[in-house]
């Protein structure tokens, strides 16, 4: 069962516009989301976190927004630059850093 | 300072063999989890272990096991190998555990490719 859903699989953006990525979950238990960078080769990296009692966090190009009703986050990179071309995955956690439910992932593109 | 390290990093095995694959963690981590990342889709956990004991199991079957060593480095097993394991096996380490942790963030390795024939 799918908690963690990134309904969209690719995503191309030209460089310096904006690239917004959705993230949908189920489990209203969930109270910390994560999202996650990889590149071919590499494991994920950690790219910015916003915890249940906020509705936005921002860490410089990166914003992450936070709608509990709906449901729903979404990471904002403004502005888009050519390294930013990789798998984002969005995470959520309960009661464990370690034990972590993503989602299937989104390929962003950015284009010169 | 060394990130998390994995071994091997691609490996060949046939239907029903076993497999063991290696991590170690960040130095001072006490904390690992291992998770299976199939083509097409997200890292799904499989265990963590905090201090040298289970904290948490996936959805896997019992042909999946692992331990941590008391230097914090870790083991997954997999027996009796079936086609749909082949996939990449990362494992992620993290200075703290539970919930009232603040230094929770997950460092990964690059991953274990496993291919099953």
């Known amino acids: 069962d799918q908690q963690v859903k990134q309904n969209s699989p690719s995503l191309s953006v030209q460089e310096g516009r904006i690239s917004i990525l959705n993230c949908d979950y189920t489990n209203s238990m969930f109270d910390y989301f994560l999202w996650y960078k990889k590149y071919p080769a590499e494991g994920p990296t950690f790219l910015i976190s916003i915890s249940s009692i906020k509705d936005k966090n921002e860490d410089g190009r990166f914003t992450v927004f936070l709608n509990k009703s709906a449901k729903h986050l979404s990471l904002h990179i403004v502005p888009s630059q050519p390294g930013d071309s990789a798998v984002y995955f969005c995470a959520a956690m309960t009661d464990s850093w370690g034990k972590l439910q993503f989602g299937a992932g989104t390929q962003v593109v950015v284009t010169p | 300072d060394a990130g998390v390290t994995q071994s091997p990093t691609h490996l060949i095995k046939t239907r029903g063999q076993q497999v063991t694959l290696r991590c170690s963690p960040i130095?001072?981590?006490?904390?690992v989890s291992w998770y299976q990342q199939v083509l097409g889709q997200g890292p799904q956990f499989i265990f963590q272990?905090?201090?040298?004991?289970?904290?948490g199991r996936g959805n896997f079957p019992d042909r999946f096991s692992a331990r941590q060593f008391p230097n914090y480095s870790s083991e997954l097993n997999v027996n009796a190998l079936l086609l749909g394991d082949s996939a990449l096996y990362l494992c992620?380490?993290?200075?703290?555990?539970?919930?009232?942790?603040?230094?929770?963030?997950?460092?990964f390795g690059e991953g274990s490719r496993l291919t099953v024939l």
């Open positions: 992620a380490s993290s200075l703290g555990f539970g919930r009232d942790s603040t230094t929770g963030e997950l460092f």
């Open positions: 130095s001072g981590h006490k904390s």
């Open positions: 272990y905090y201090e040298k004991e289970e904290r």
